[in-house]
């Protein structure tokens, strides 16, 4: 099954500015980036999404056992799915 986001071209995006001075972002991917805290430990991952209504930010968790992404939530702003993230 092909999605919306099968369709889009392959572009570097830019780091989604954070409001926020709790947490930092390092890229992980052509959408994705770590979400790390002051200290240094990766709380999540922030995944830009495209939407029909425009762009999506989802906060993920990685499962070790499964090896994949569980999402936490979708946003429309990314410092709400870095919030997320916190608990």
Request: glycine share 10%; proline share 3%; net charge positive.
């Amino acid at each position: 099954m092909r999605t919306f986001t099968d369709t889009l071209p392959s572009i570097e995006w830019d780091t989604p500015a954070l409001r926020s001075r709790h947490e930092h972002l390092e890229r992980a991917g052509d959408r994705l980036w770590r979400v790390v805290d002051g200290r240094g430990s990766i709380r999540g991952h922030l995944r830009v999404v495209a939407d029909p209504l425009g762009i999506r930010y989802r906060a993920e968790r990685l499962h070790l056992l499964s090896g994949g992404f569980r999402l936490v939530g979708e946003f429309w702003d990314a410092d709400d799915a870095v919030a997320a993230l916190r608990h």
